[in-house]
């Protein structure tokens, strides 16, 4: 496994040298459409990633297929039960800038970007929905190996939720309790909704499918930086208090105009609309049922809160558990980070005290 340093930056760095780079004519000659590459999506985790209190180790962990993972340790010193925590589709492991202290405090707690997003590597993922998503699952399992984990918490958010779902129904003697934050890929795609929405809407639609859903951040080039701020005025207002000016927008922007990869593998996966191909409903009678499971939603968001209702029912004689928390939408973990900490660390100390 390769180290990486982390290298501070300035407190007075502004936004232009978050563009530009500490080498300017080498970067600009390479990124001359997209202002953004490699050292300066580094640059930008950097960034949020000194407003954290907590200890932490960063490195690349290699997998057997020459990919890399690229994962923060959160006070790696800790010796109760490790959290893993999987980020969401388009996002990186900067966004639990909010919920790392709180939840590291007592525990060791891993983040890493997935496969195709964030730092890791941009592999070109099976087009086949089922082998990409055994993909997924392989390059976290050979993480484990690599990192030398046994049994953790395993949460993961939204695309993250789906593919640690995955995880879990492949590996159920690692996951001591699976947190699943507003994850897609539960619910069904209804056989009718496609009748209730207007032909110029299916229309825009099969056009939109077309593409890849991130494309439209690097075909705006040097505008992409300004695109990605009125697009998501929302994360900076969630961060604000944590993070300044536009720290976390520029994150943002350089974790998702980089070269397309997870995104196209979460394309081949979806459905119309955005259903996965695969709903997780569809698989839930055949997970484990030693395995605990927590599920948390944003009362505000988008995904349903259904699947989970289903999922309790169809797991009757196992432990799951449904939480909502109030004026939070889909990123629950930053529009309500008190409670989101709250929740899941309670989660973390009852599984501690399982193993004394």
Request: charged share 25%.
């Amino acid at each position: 496994m390769a180290t990486v340093s982390i290298q501070d930056i300035p407190e007075n760095e502004n936004r232009s040298r978050l563009i530009a780079s500490s080498n300017p004519t080498r970067e600009r000659r390479r990124c001359s459409w997209k202002p953004t590459s490699k050292r300066l999506l580094e640059v930008a985790e950097t960034r949020i990633l000194k407003y954290i209190n907590t200890p932490y180790e960063g490195k690349f962990v290699d997998l057997d297929d020459e990919n890399k993972l690229w994962t923060v340790t959160f006070n790696p010193e800790a010796t109760n039960l490790p959290l893993v925590m999987v980020h969401g589709f388009g996002g990186g492991l900067g966004f639990w800038a909010m919920n790392i202290d709180a939840l590291a405090k007592n525990r060791p707690v891993y983040a890493f970007d997935l496969l195709g997003f964030g730092r890791s590597s941009r592999p070109r993922f099976s087009t086949d929905p089922q082998e990409a998503e055994e993909e997924y699952v392989n390059s976290i399992e050979q993480w484990r190996q690599q990192i030398g984990l046994e049994k953790f918490v395993l949460l993961g958010h939204s695309f993250g939720g789906f593919l640690s779902s995955a995880y879990a129904l492949r590996h159920p003697s690692r996951v001591k309790h699976l947190v699943l934050v507003d994850s897609w890929g539960f619910q069904k795609k209804p056989e009718e909704f496609e009748f209730h929405v207007s032909l110029w809407i299916r229309a825009l639609a099969a056009v939109l499918r077309l593409f890849n859903p991130l494309s439209g951040i690097r075909w705006c080039g040097p505008l992409g930086p300004f695109f990605v701020q009125k697009l998501r005025p929302d994360f900076q207002g969630r961060y604000s208090h944590l993070l300044p000016d536009d720290t976390v927008l520029n994150y943002l922007y350089h974790c998702n105009a980089q070269k397309p990869s997870g995104e196209i593998a979460f394309k081949k996966m979806s459905a119309m609309y955005g259903w996965a191909k695969f709903p997780m409903i569809d698989r839930i009678g055949l997970f484990d049922k030693d395995i605990p499971m927590t599920m948390l939603h944003g009362g505000d968001s988008w995904i349903s809160i259904d699947p989970s209702f289903e999922t309790k029912q169809i797991r009757s004689d196992c432990y799951v558990h449904i939480e909502e928390i109030p004026d939070a939408s889909h990123h629950v973990y930053a529009d309500q980070p008190d409670a989101f900490n709250a929740l899941v660390d309670g989660i973390c100390q009852r599984e501690d005290e399982k193993l004394v």
